[in-house]
């Protein structure tokens, strides 16, 4: 490395102090003295409604938004909730909550009384209708069942439940008004799994005989293909290959554009996901990323990044590249995690995230202005904040490895870590809110682990391998309802 040593005028000098602060003040530790918090707290007592992401959704979803970044369109969450109403009914597992209107959605169907979906009211917790008839029919009776709730026009919902005998998963419609099924839909792309972006569902299916995936839009009665696109490769035939990966990654949509990863027909040899945006209207792709880097060299073999799963934050999308530090051996695991953001029209790259030496990203969300991201550095576990302007890190802070990032509202943000005895047995759980742009802590609570079932591997966690759905949801006024294995609950 050279040194050049030479004569610095003033107004360099000025310049190079500045610089120097400024950059210490990008990785700032947040202050938590009580006049900080103070600060924090009435600039979020400001935020009465709150839209992180352009959605037209009226019911709740579970992750959000159709942004994906398990920030919720909520005022912010600026003291310990406290519980507003408990309900055990007796069930043995629940379905993940579904809010619409005055009303929560849950149930199951492993338990001899009160099976069913139950219809709550959310102000009293009071079950307002039952359907019990579902639990008689495909071998449900006694299993856990998956459900997964749409949204429909007309205050409408859809609910998709699999069968246990192996016969094809119903799609019930349920009115809002009466508490009653009112028809059951037929999908036209029968096994496909679905995924809804406003008044448009996608299906992703394969054609063996064409030697390409496809992924098509449905309209709202799942009976019309509206578009197709077919520029897709068939599934990877080796599960157990440990580069593996869905040939679809779940997507997110604003704007009528829908974003995720895929791969395409035409890469080479072994190829990976790469970020598309597609257009609801047609299905056309608007523009993809192509510049992945290196992962690993193994033989002939040049394995690049996987895309992943793209978040929107502050209207930019966002993923996480590896390897930016140069390839691994076989099968390692790649340094150089980074976050890259993309204009959401062109895919221009507007920024990426510089990568720390053995630094891994585990965990992103939004934070209004800010993405977070939970990092692991050796045993070391931190949460960051990027500025989403240019990617800049604004602070980090260090959280205990039984923790972890959860979700977003009103620009606070909100961490849980599983509280165990000397034992090691898990008696509670600890719940911190934090002022997203400045890192700050607002609050600190404590409550049983029953109402948030939280671990590293929760459906929160965007890297979790395990998926599935949280089992809490943050609603419009900044209530959170869920359930427990016995019953429901909301907090406040």
Request: proline share 5%; hydrophobic share 35%.
């Amino acid at each position: 490395m050279k040194i050049f040593i030479g004569k610095i005028s003033s107004i360099n000098y000025v310049s190079l102090l500045i610089l120097l602060v400024a950059n210490q003040i990008q990785a700032q530790v947040p202050d938590d003295s009580p006049k900080a918090r103070e600060a924090a707290i009435a600039r979020l007592k400001k935020v009465t409604t709150y839209t992180p992401c352009d959605d037209a959704s009226g019911m709740t979803r579970a992750f959000g938004t159709t942004c994906n970044s398990r920030e919720f369109a909520a005022p912010p969450i600026l003291d310990v909730p406290k519980v507003q109403w408990e309900i055990n009914p007796g069930w043995w597992s629940v379905w993940a909550p579904f809010l619409s209107g005055n009303y929560m959605l849950t149930g199951s169907c492993n338990n001899e009384t009160n099976a069913g979906l139950s219809i709550i009211d959310k102000s009293t917790g009071k079950i307002v209708w039952r359907i019990s008839n579902i639990c008689a029919v495909g071998n449900r009776r006694g299993s856990m069942g998956s459900v997964q709730f749409f949204e429909l026009p007309s205050s409408e919902v859809l609910m998709l439940y699999a069968r246990e005998d192996g016969g094809p998963a119903d799609y019930y419609v349920i009115s809002l008004k009466t508490g009653k099924i009112v028809r059951s839909l037929k999908l036209i792309k029968p096994g496909a799994p679905i995924r809804n972006y406003g008044n448009v569902f996608t299906a992703v299916t394969q054609s063996s005989k064409n030697g390409y995936s496809i992924l098509s839009g449905l309209n709202t009665n799942l009976d019309k293909v509206l578009w197709e696109n077919t520029g897709f490769r068939l599934a990877m035939p080796d599960k157990l290959d440990p580069h593996y990966q869905p040939t679809f990654s779940a997507g997110a949509s604003e704007d009528g554009i829908l974003f995720l990863s895929a791969r395409t027909k035409d890469q080479t040899d072994p190829p990976t996901r790469q970020l598309h945006a597609i257009d609801l209207k047609d299905g056309k792709t608007l523009w993809r990323h192509t510049d992945q880097s290196v992962t690993e060299k193994s033989g002939n073999k040049t394995y690049r990044s996987d895309d992943g799963l793209p978040i929107i934050v502050n209207h930019k999308v966002i993923i996480k590249v590896k390897g930016l530090d140069g390839a691994t051996v076989p099968n390692g695991e790649p340094y150089g995690e980074a976050l890259r953001a993309f204009d959401k029209n062109t895919g221009k790259i507007l920024w990426t995230t510089k990568p720390q030496p053995k630094q891994q990203i585990v965990n992103r969300i939004g934070a209004g202005p800010v993405v977070v991201a939970e990092v692991v550095t050796g045993k070391e576990k931190e949460i960051w904040g990027y500025n989403t302007t240019d990617g800049k890190l604004v602070w980090k802070r260090k959280i205990s490895g039984n923790a972890g990032l959860l979700c977003g509202s009103g620009g606070a943000f909100y961490v849980g870590e599983r509280i165990v005895d000397e034992n090691n047995k898990w008696k509670d759980t600890k719940l911190q809110g934090f002022d997203g742009e400045t890192g700050t802590l607002l609050w600190t609570g404590s409550l049983p682990e029953r109402f948030f079932q939280y671990d590293v591997n929760s459906p929160w966690n965007i890297e979790s391998k395990i998926g599935g759905l949280p089992v809490w949801t943050i609603d419009r006024d900044g209530a959170i309802y869920g359930v427990t294995l016995k019953g429901a609950y909301k907090l406040r």
